[in-house]
């Protein structure tokens, strides 16, 4: 599948919903959050009901704020109705119960709780235990810790590595050892993107927004709706229902003009203008055209775009009309795909979706088909700080063969088909065989495999297919 976990939380749990993804990325476990901004999107319900249909499971972070949220109980129902029996479980991150209507949803199931089950400690290899796998080794290493970088062109050393922390109801900043660099007087605090950090004062229906550094010095106002994180030294910001750009030492860049706006990658930006989106630099100059229903970032060198909706079904969450342009606007790839996969473009190829869920394959920068598109699904480790990442693994992808979701005679979707292995020519390397397959980690990948009597065993393999545990 496409994630491992779909979250499905209140955006006022949003400090503890960061600490989970952070654990789950230190862990490698793959997972969809409505936060991590699908440009452009008209269609965010679909989007929701495809995620939740491409994860193996359903993590509901249990609250007071997320029992009365109307968006999460639809998540819950309409995973409860769809997902297989075993793959829905809450973890209760307050001192709250669960309400009676979402404790029916849960009954077969047992409750966690982040007193009994802390997400570092017991979470996470929770987690792992139900994906079949183990944390991921640590390299062992003698060279200095890389410290992240402030500006896109400028490296700095010994730069203080700070997390979002909460307490008695305001976040500040912590340190890696604990020690508390920025005091507890906010009502939000993201993680720092570039050097800076997106502030919230007051609620989240009226409150307003504004970036800070390290030091904790306000560098933009707190006077904005809504703000992105910075991305190439810019980041946007809306005010009076407009969009603009602030560059890092907290000046006007772009005016507020624009509908909606994403993030920069390769030096273009996606905004929209009179319903329909285009790109522009960094400057503010117009690209790429006006002419778009939904945009996609660069990334080398190519956006994946829609134009013109062609799906006549409204449940349909395949666009159908999705191509590729350059950084001209040019149309590189036609418009005959109906789904992008993994952001976009990486090491040269880009996982795309033709005729309905069941006919994944890669195409190349001309479209040209380098793996057919006849799989049912690429599994992948997403980073949530990575915007474009590579489903091949030391040279590999585990891919699956066959109808992945198909409702049985009790209504559930579940799989008709196999996981192996393809090389990034296509080549079948390990044979379809698998229940599920695991990426490759150090050589070895873990996989499931029922035996003759039709009980399922977890094991290793190498690249060769050969059982080494």
Known sequence: MKYDVFISYSRKDTAIADQICAAFDKAGISYFIDRQGIVGSGEFPEILANAILESKYFLFLASQNSYSSKYTKKEIHFAFNKKPSGTLFPYIIDESVLPNSIELVFSDINIRSIKEHPIETVLVDDVLRLLGRTRPKTENTTQPKQEKTIDSTIQTKNEPELKPQKKDGKYGFIDEKGDVVIPFEYDFADEFYEGLASIL?????????????????????????????????????????????????????????????????????????????????????????????????????????????????????????????????????????????????????????????????????????????????????????????????????????????????????????????????????????????????????????????????????????????
Not at 243 to 253: A, H, L
Not at 257 to 272: F, N, T
Request: charged share 25%; with cysteine.
């Open 201 to 469: 004062i007051g609620d989240w229906e009226t409150g307003k927004w504004g970036f800070i550094d390290k030091q904790g010095s306000t560098i933009i106002p707190f006077e904005f709706d809504k703000i992105h994180y910075f991305s190439e030294g810019l980041a946007a910001v809306k005010k009076c229902d407009k969009w603009g750009f602030f560059d890092k030492k907290g000046n006007i860049v772009i005016p507020f003009e624009y509908e909606d706006a994403g993030g920069y990658s390769e030096g273009l930006c996606a905004v929209k203008k009179n319903s329909k989106w285009g790109f522009i630099n960094k400057q503010g100059r117009v690209v790429v055209p006006f002419e778009f229903d939904w945009t996609c970032r660069f990334s080398e060198g190519l956006a994946a775009v829609t134009k013109n909706k062609k799906t006549t079904n409204p449940d349909s969450v395949f666009s159908w009309d999705v191509g590729f342009i350059d950084k001209q606007g040019n149309v590189v790839i036609p418009f005959e795909y109906g789904e992008v996969l993994f952001g976009g473009f990486k090491n040269g190829m880009c996982c795309v979706c033709k005729e309905d869920e069941d006919h994944y394959g890669f195409i190349d920068k001309k479209g040209n088909v380098i793996i057919p598109l006849i799989y049912g699904s690429f599994d992948c480790e997403w980073s949530g700080t990575e915007l474009y990442f590579d489903p091949f693994h030391e040279g590999l992808v585990s891919a699956f063969k066959g109808s992945y979701l198909k409702k049985n005679k009790n209504g559930h979707y579940v799989s008709h088909g196999k996981w192996g292995y393809l090389d990034r020519q296509g080549n079948v390397i390990v044979p379809f065989r698998y229940i599920y397959a695991s990426n490759f980690h150090y050589g070895k990948a873990k996989v499931t495999k029922k035996n003759i009597f039709g009980k399922e065993q977890t094991f290793y393999i190498d690249k060769q297919g050969n059982r080494i545990d």
